[in-house]
């Protein structure tokens, strides 16, 4: 067993992220495959959470709590997520990266990174060997929230892809069950069951261990600004811009805390903008007026 700060276990989970994001992207890379980006991404956790967990073999309840999350978490969405693309056939995402090496190997640097920082709370607490402080508040608190999350997530999952799969669905914006509340209630799950594992990892952090909240932050800002709601917001404004119904849609919906669309609707646009994430970003290539005017006569 390692000791002293190699028992968080930092740079061996660097080093096997490293190789195992190279490893998938030279085959993408070489045979300019979308069908394994998510899979690899999403399985790189699971494979962390059992390496740190089977590395320090010390069993404790804590570690095999939030280690069984991240597997239960992984193993349905790798699953999920491979089995839509092999469905879709590519990853739009990829538009304009797979022929072009440097921004493809950006993308999966950046992959990496994500993978590796995300884990971070998880990995601390895989390491811990000599102290174990018992269950606390905060464990329960944080397991409540990977709860509901998980769900929330994997419910908008399944919810959307029944919605694209209905031939009536064709050429219309998912508002169906928790799409009702939120325009992306899966990212919502996502963030909310990063968080609770960082809280449930609170009670064993200790001085620059808190730097482990590197985690639930990197996700949310990817999320938000990055990769996640930025880029589905503006195909969405793209296709429905000039819809009034859509534009409708987004006035009363949340982008991402699930909210009864009369109270949403009723906020004002400061509260929505500070507290709701109802970024100005979002609304880019939105229809303007005129396109609106010009759409509807």
Known sequence: MASGEDRNYLGITALVTAVFQLTFFIVAAT???DKVTDFAGVTNFVLLAVLTFFLNNTWLLRQIVLTSFVIVWGVRLAVFLLLRILEWGEDRRMDGRRDNLLR???FWTIQGIWVWTVSLPLTIVNGVA????????????GWAMWAIGAVIEMVADQQKLSFKKDPASRGKWCDIGVWKFSRHPNYFGEILLWWGIFVAATPVLRGSGWAVIAGPI???LLLLFVSGIPLLEINAN???G???EYRIYRSKTSPLIPLPTSLYGSLPKWVKSAILFELPLYSRKLATGEELLQSET
């Open 31 to 33: 045979f300019k495959f």
């Open 104 to 106: 493809f190997a950006i």
């Open 130 to 141: 000599t102290r174990s402080p018992e269950l606390q508040a905060a464990d329960f608190v």
């Open 218 to 220: 990197f996700i949310t």
């Open 238 to 240: 793209k296709k429905h």
């Open 242 to 244: 000039g819809n009034s």
